[in-house]
């Protein structure tokens, strides 16, 4: 059974950075796509970004390309997003999922409806205050 475990949240002062990580286990990764996505309180989930099995292909949404990065080591089957210069609206729950499409033609893109992956995590806490 796949699994995908975040972690690296926490409580970071505005302005700060965090990196969280998504390490997944029952998961042939160098196949699957990865999104990140987060739900503040009160909030719809949100997608921020997403990145391919090889890592060559990433997607942003339009209003998470600024201050989002994400990268993935497949040696270690971990998936990062880097949030750089956090803002008190960043605090939410974030979650990483698993979307399991065969990309058969080299054209599939990866995105942001949660009906388009497959296993998700727990998610972790990030909570921006001074």
């Known amino acids: 059974q796949p699994q995908l475990v975040e972690s690296g949240g926490g409580l970071v002062q505005p302005g700060g950075s965090l990196r969280l990580s998504c390490d997944a286990s029952g998961i042939s990764m160098d196949y699957t796509y990865i999104g990140w996505f987060r739900q503040a309180p009160g909030k719809e989930r949100e997608g921020i970004s997403c990145i391919g099995g090889s890592g060559d292909t990433t997607n942003y949404a339009d209003s998470m390309k600024d201050r989002f990065t994400i990268s993935r080591d497949n040696t270690k089957t971990t998936v990062y997003l880097q949030i750089d210069n956090l803002r008190p609206e960043d605090t939410a729950v974030y979650f990483c999922?698993?979307?399991?499409?065969?990309?058969?033609?080299?054209?599939?893109?990866?995105?942001?409806?949660?009906?388009?992956?497959?296993?998700w995590g727990q998610g972790t806490q990030v909570t921006v205050s001074s």
């Open positions: 999922a698993a979307d399991l499409t065969i990309d058969y033609n080299g054209e599939y893109v990866c995105g942001f409806r949660a009906n388009q992956y497959d296993y």
